[in-house]
């Protein structure tokens, strides 16, 4: 058990410290997140302004300083336009690291969104997004402690002052371009009631993020489709499903599942908690699929403030490196409101 343990954490280093060609950070409160989901979800909410932190850390246990470590933060509000359109517009700054050579990534972005209304009214309507959003990210990796397959001599010897590949490292921290567009289309059936479904389209322009000399490696385009919505039973219990499919090159990913909510007050005193599963699977490329985490989540909220925790359980054979390794993470959102002549309820994120 001790030798599968570390040929896995070998793995999890390799593949994480060596020189990748990308990487996409993902959440599984991918509706507490909704920037980074979507461009088109800027501006969408009950309130004028919102505010959202998240943070994940991923195989803390199995990689310990070396985990996978995520944050995002992330600032949008609306603007009315007309009787009963909106503008959206909002900002995200969120970083990556991962691995023994701390290979990150740092993208800062701007969304913007417009919301037209397709028919109905303040408590029942239907609304088409558009969004696109233009960022600048930053990649890097440090070499300080890395080991070329050169300085090994193929029998356990090591050899710290040989060549290794840094020569063929042009830049080991460098900045591109990134944007992304996207579409919504929700449904509010009344105050308590909603339905969403988004696709979106990130890295159109499909920048080069290679560190080696003279390569040609461009980040596939990868395409989100997702949905959800909350259905009312009754004025106590809500159900609250969720759906999304990632697609980037030969990577396919689907995670999907559900939230009971409780209130715990009034319809409109905004407080409840939420008690939620999910699955995530994901496919394999010499075909197939596989079991990826089986995610239990929380949620709070109160008022204006909405907070969340989740636990990615490991169903796949890499749970056993560690038991209970996996991922935590905690998302807090806050709204702000203020006096608002028009409005229309949206699906609450």
């Known amino acids: 058990m001790t030798y599968i343990k570390n040929i896995l954490v070998l793995a999890f280093v390799v593949m994480s410290s060596t020189l990748m060609m990308g990487q996409d950070i993902h959440f599984s409160q991918f509706y507490m997140s909704p920037l980074n989901l979507n461009p088109a979800m800027t501006g969408v909410m009950n309130c004028k302004t919102r505010a959202i932190v998240n943070y994940r850390n991923q195989w803390s246990q199995t990689l310990t300083s070396d985990a996978y470590s995520t944050y ?3 600032y949008d509000q609306k603007v009315a336009v007309g009787r009963s359109d909106y503008f959206g517009i909002g900002g995200t700054l ?6 023994a050579l701390n290979y990150g990534t740092t ?9 037209k209304k397709m028919g109905g009214y303040r408590k029942s309507a239907k609304y088409l997004v558009f969004g696109a959003d233009a960022g600048v990210t930053q990649r890097r990796v440090d070499l300080e402690g890395a080991r070329w397959p050169s300085q ?3 029998n356990g010897g090591f050899c710290a002052t040989c060549p290794g590949g840094n020569s063929q490292i042009t830049d080991n921290d460098f900045i591109h371009a990134d944007l992304s567009a996207g579409l919504l289309f929700f449904n509010v059936m009344d105050e308590a009631s909603n339905y969403y479904v988004g696709l979106a389209l990130h890295h159109l322009n499909q920048p080069g993020v290679s560190f080696l000399k003279d390569a040609n490696e461009n980040l596939t385009s990868r395409l989100t489709f997702h949905a959800g919505g909350q259905f009312e039973i009754n004025r106590d219990f809500s159900i609250l499903p969720g759906f999304i ?4 090159g030969q990577h396919r990913a689907v995670n999907a599942g559900a939230s009971a909510r409780f209130n715990l ?3 409109t005193d905004g407080q409840s908690w939420q008690l939620g599963g999910w699955y995530r699977i994901g496919n394999k490329v010499d075909g197939g699929i596989h079991s990826d985490a089986v995610i239990l989540s929380t949620r709070f909220d109160y008022g204006n403030y909405g907070i969340g925790f989740s ?3 490991t169903v796949s054979k890499l749970s056993e490196a560690a038991s209970f390794n996996g991922a935590f993470e905690f998302a807090l959102n806050y709204l702000i409101c203020g006096p608002e002549k028009r409005s229309v309820y949206c699906p609450r994120f």
């Open 72 to 74: 995002s933060v992330s």
């Open 94 to 99: 969120w970083g990556d690291s991962a691995g």
């Open 107 to 115: 993208q800062g972005r701007l969304s913007f969104s417009y919301s």
């Open 152 to 154: 090994h001599d193929g």
């Open 245 to 248: 499919y990632m697609s980037q």
């Open 265 to 267: 007050g009034s319809r």
């Open 311 to 313: 636990y990615d359980i």
